[in-house]
């Protein structure tokens, strides 16, 4: 009985794990996306800026 208790959280830990994996790889999805969108904002903002001074 303990070597099928070992079995199952074996199995729960490989799927957390990969649940943890998808998690990072959306994430780091997001952060790219969210960088590319503050990129963008900072571009506008330097030429509203430019055209004040």
């Known amino acids: 009985t ?3 208790r070992l079995q ?3 199995r729960k830990k490989n ?3 990969k649940r943890l994996q998808g ?3 959306t994430s780091e ?3 790219q996306e969210i ?3 503050v990129k963008e904002e900072f571009k506008k ?3 509203q800026a430019k055209k004040t001074l």
């Open 8 to 10: 199952s959280i074996k």
């Open 2 to 4: 303990s070597e099928k």
């Open 29 to 31: 999805r997001r952060l």
């Open 23 to 25: 998690i990072s790889s």
């Open 45 to 47: 903002f330097l030429a």
């Open 35 to 37: 960088m590319e969108q």
């Open 15 to 17: 799927l957390s794990e």
